[in-house]
């Protein structure tokens, strides 16, 4: 397992963006499958967007949110635009090294403590 911090949340307005980071100390970050998951209140957590060699989105973002990696940095960002209030949640960065790349939260063995994402209409 690997420490995850995020960052990079707050609030914006609907039509607005942010970008999230996720960052990790003293791990080589390339053989890391990295996902973003998402959970609003009441609401069960959901996958967004993952990312190792290839990327893949939810429908839900897809074209609106691009994640990438800088390995140099360890860092993995999900660029948040067009944000709409249905994007509110809760976004939690999540790894596995030397995994493929999924977009089910059971397969990732490493979280973030979340960062809250708040879109006001």
């Known amino acids: 397992q690997v420490q995850l911090v995020e960052s990079g949340g707050g609030l914006v307005q609907a039509g607005g963006s942010l970008r999230l980071s996720c960052t990790t100390s003293g791990r080589t970050f390339s053989s890391y499958a990295v996902a973003w998951f998402r959970q609003a209140p009441g609401k069960d957590r959901e996958f967004v967007a993952a990312?190792?060699?290839?990327?893949f989105y939810a429908d839900s973002v897809k074209g609106r949110f691009t994640i990438s990696r800088d390995n140099a940095k360890n860092t993995v960002y999900l660029q948040m635009n067009s944000l709409r209030p249905e994007d509110t949640a809760v976004y939690y960065c999540?790894?596995?090294?030397?995994?493929?790349?999924?977009?089910?939260?059971?397969?990732?063995?490493?979280w973030g403590q979340g960062t809250q994402v708040t879109v006001s209409s």
């Open positions: 990312t190792k060699t290839s990327t």
């Open positions: 999540a790894a596995r090294r030397n995994w493929p790349l999924s977009g089910s939260s059971i397969e990732y063995d490493s």
